[in-house]
């Protein structure tokens, strides 16, 4: 039975294999050349590009309109010129703005939102394998970007590294230069070509452009349409390994008031260091880290039968974290680094992870916590090899351990003494970017692990301008566990299509709209439907970017274990209980360029035996350029016949984002959550007093709603600073 599951759902991704025809150095190389020649003049990065060298460069001009549409010139035109010395790359860029007017950014926020800043990015594939690379950006009011990307393009904001820019403004343009030191990102020496690409967004005129041109369908970092930097000379090697040292000190004092403690302090240290043992390849350590100052998850109403998911921010685990946290899928993933650390204290560290050749990518990484309260130390180990086929496909093979240690005979751990998964993995990316898909087989060994210890995927998705088209399948066995991993739910397989259209009418003031269907159906392991939705929905998305969207859904459930729809501790309703329903659902996102915008979306109709309506919405507000003012809310109403509770759930938070100046970040969130009978308080001082160095002040509490009574606190104090 399990090979014939696999079968179905390995197929499909094989055979569309097939259609990778015509996998060429990539669609713009050959046509979109810019060269970079060296300079032995020292460039001022001030924003002023009055060192002679910017008079003589090759210039990247005739920015070709994205967005709205994908023909054509941008009516906001932008001139880039590269050089560069020894240790140093440097990039002047002119954004010339015809629009009288204030340029529309948010705040001086490092790792500003995309689509709310005028901005200029660039996004640099120095693999050539255009998959993985680099992106660095500004916002017209100078606020920095930089992100690691994989995939074929996805960015990861979270990646922080040492470089310098600089931004002036002017009535009729604005000018920036930056200084990216080549110690800050990986490349293979001896290349004489890089893929590069730059991407400017003009919100007055709502206007997205790129140099080497893009389908509109792709956001402008795919690394797919890349142009070519090519160098006057064959870039030289790392000359050995260098290091980089990044010692923190901390204090905290924390206080548990509902189990009557007094306040607790305490004081830490720890260290992390970078060795950059070639230019492709990267080693990370950490002794005794601190992740107190990583920025609190904004909470949600619980309404779910199964676990939430909040995304990885710390910074250890992020250089090359493709290789690990891109194992599985969304709902099914062999390995989530958050399950690390965040229980038990983290000892120390090691992370090795890059390029081996052109072909081969590695990562290894190993991770030792110490035990707290019931739970035993733990030795964490996630390795990864990923060999790359076709242009910009790859194959993966990895192996995840978690080994528990020193369990002692008067505990009351009952858990596995280990638990292991392996897999191999296949990642489709055609040349044009039209199909891509992943096909998987993951094994699971734990003691008492049999043959339903194991979990199988498959996706594909075909993209054009106009329709997207994709199918996803899984099967996962009821004895899958992993431990280390973030798996939704077990013993089921699952079917789900999907398929959206889009008209893009010409003079108009809506960009595109159309429709869209969606269906996902899941069964039991003896084909018995357990689950089932069916969506039909219509998008439409006006020229000044507000959007708007209607669903209709109808839901199916066959419930496996007893639930209590409002997770509120009231009766649950009974395993083997079929319920079905149908709702609506609405929202609309306001013009984002304008400094009050919202969104607001309301869903009402059936939910299980009773009735359910939901609002969300999230208001802002900014003071261009200092920060924004924003409120996010949900409220749930939800009506089941007795015996079962109903229940009517709030949830408000209150953000303050505050940037002083482009170093100095002040962020307050206050969540008040009656499902969880809290209100939680968190402070977020930030100086950036050196590249990549901080000092950090953070206050968090948690009360109660009704009379404000603490229930617990802390304040932390950590400074931290890198030395190359």
Not at 224 to 249: E, Q
Not at 384 to 399: D, H, P, V, Y
Not at 551 to 560: A, E, I, N, R, Y
Request: a neutral charge; hydrophobic letters at 35%; proline letters at 5%.
């Amino acid at each position: 039975m399990l090979r014939t599951r696999f079968t179905l759902v390995i197929l499909i991704p094989l055979f569309c294999t097939a259609l990778l025809f015509g996998e060429s150095k990539g669609v713009n190389r050959e046509k979109y050349r810019i060269g970079i020649s060296r300079t032995e003049n020292e460039i001022n990065i001030d924003g002023v590009l009055d060192e002679p060298i910017w008079s003589s460069t090759e210039t990247a001009t005739h920015f070709q309109r994205v967005l709205p549409t994908d023909t054509g010139y941008a009516s906001s035109q932008t001139e880039v010129r590269l050089t560069y010395n020894e240790s140093t790359i440097y990039i002047a860029i002119t954004c010339y703005d015809p629009t009288p007017g204030k340029r529309p950014v948010e705040s001086l926020r490092r790792d500003f939102n995309f689509g709310k800043n005028d901005n200029f990015l660039v996004f640099i594939d120095t693999y050539n394998d255009q998959t993985n690379g680099f992106s660095f950006g500004v916002s017209a009011a100078g606020a920095q970007w930089d992100g690691v990307q994989a995939n074929g393009g996805t960015v990861n904001l979270d990646w922080d590294i040492k470089w310098k820019s600089a931004v002036r403004n002017y009535p009729d343009r604005w000018i920036a230069e930056f200084a990216i030191p080549f110690r800050s990102i990986r490349y293979h020496g001896g290349e004489t070509e890089w893929g590069i690409n730059f991407s400017r967004l003009d919100l007055k005129t709502n206007e997205k452009s790129s140099w080497a041109p893009m389908p509109r369908q792709f956001a402008t970092a795919s690394l797919a349409f890349t142009g070519s930097l090519v160098w006057d000379k064959p870039l030289p090697s790392s000359g050995g390994p260098r290091f980089s040292l990044i010692p923190y000190i901390s204090g905290k004092a924390t206080q548990d008031k509902e189990a009557g403690e007094d306040i607790q302090p305490k004081a830490n240290a720890g260290i992390d260091a970078k060795v950059i043992l070639s230019t492709s390849m990267n080693l990370d350590l950490t002794i005794n880290p601190d992740y107190s100052q990583v920025e609190v998850d904004r909470q949600v109403t619980n309404l779910d039968r199964f676990e939430l998911f909040f995304p990885e921010k710390r910074q250890f685990y992020l250089e090359n974290s493709d290789l690990f946290a891109n194992l599985g899928t969304e709902n099914l993933r062999p390995f989530f680094s958050r399950r690390i650390g965040l229980s038990t204290p983290v000892v120390a560290g090691a992370r090795l992870s890059g390029k081996i050749g052109n072909n081969w990518r590695i990562g290894l990484m190993d991770m030792q916590t110490r035990e707290k309260d019931e739970t035993p130390a733990g030795n964490y180990t996630v390795a990864a090899l990923q060999r790359k086929i076709f242009r910009r496909s790859n194959i993966s093979a990895f192996l995840v351990n978690k080994q528990v240690m020193n369990v002692k005979s008067d505990t009351s751990f009952s858990g596995l003494n280990f638990n292991r998964v392996a897999g191999m993995e296949f990642n489709l990316a055609s040349a044009d970017n039209r199909w891509t898909g992943k096909t998987f087989y993951h094994q699971a060994f734990y003691p008492g692990a049999n043959g339903d210890a194991a979990a199988a995927a498959a996706n594909i998705t075909f993209s054009t301008q106009y329709m997207t088209a994709t199918l996803n399948q899984s099967w996962v066995g009821a004895d899958y566990v992993a431990e280390v991993g973030y798996i939704r739910r077990k013993g089921y397989y699952e079917i789900a299509p999907a398929l959206q259209y889009k008209f893009f009418p010409s003079d108009s003031k809506i960009a595109n709209h159309g429709p869209g269907i969606k269906f996902d159906l899941l069964t039991d392991p003896s084909f018995n439907i357990t689950d089932r939705d069916a969506i039909l929905f219509y998008q439409a998305e006006w020229m000044n970017k507000s959007m708007a969207q209607i669903s209709l859904k109808s839901t199916s459930v066959l419930l496996q274990a007893p639930f209590d729809p409002t997770n509120s501790g009231g009766v649950p309703l009974p395993a083997g209980e079929e319920f079905n329903w149908i709702d609506v659902s609405a929202s609309f996102t306001s013009d984002i360029r304008r400094p009050f915008n919202f969104l607001l979306s309301s869903r009402y109709g059936g939910y299980y035996n009773g009735t359910g309506w939901n609002i969300n919405s999230e208001i802002n507000y900014r003071v261009q350029p200092y920060g924004s003012i924003g409120i996010i809310s949900s409220y749930n109403n939800i009506q089941l016949p007795s015996p079962y509770n109903s229940a009517k759930f709030i949830l408000i938070g209150p953000r303050l984002d505050f940037t002083f100046t482009d170093k100095i970040f002040f962020t307050s969130l206050l969540q008040y959550n009656d499902q969880i009978d809290n209100i939680n308080l968190n402070l977020r001082f930030q100086w950036r007093f050196a590249p990549v160095s901080d000092l950090f002040i953070v206050y968090t509490e948690n009360s109660f709603p009704q009379d404000h009574n603490i229930k617990n606190r802390g304040l932390v104090l950590k400074l931290s600073y890198w030395f190359n």
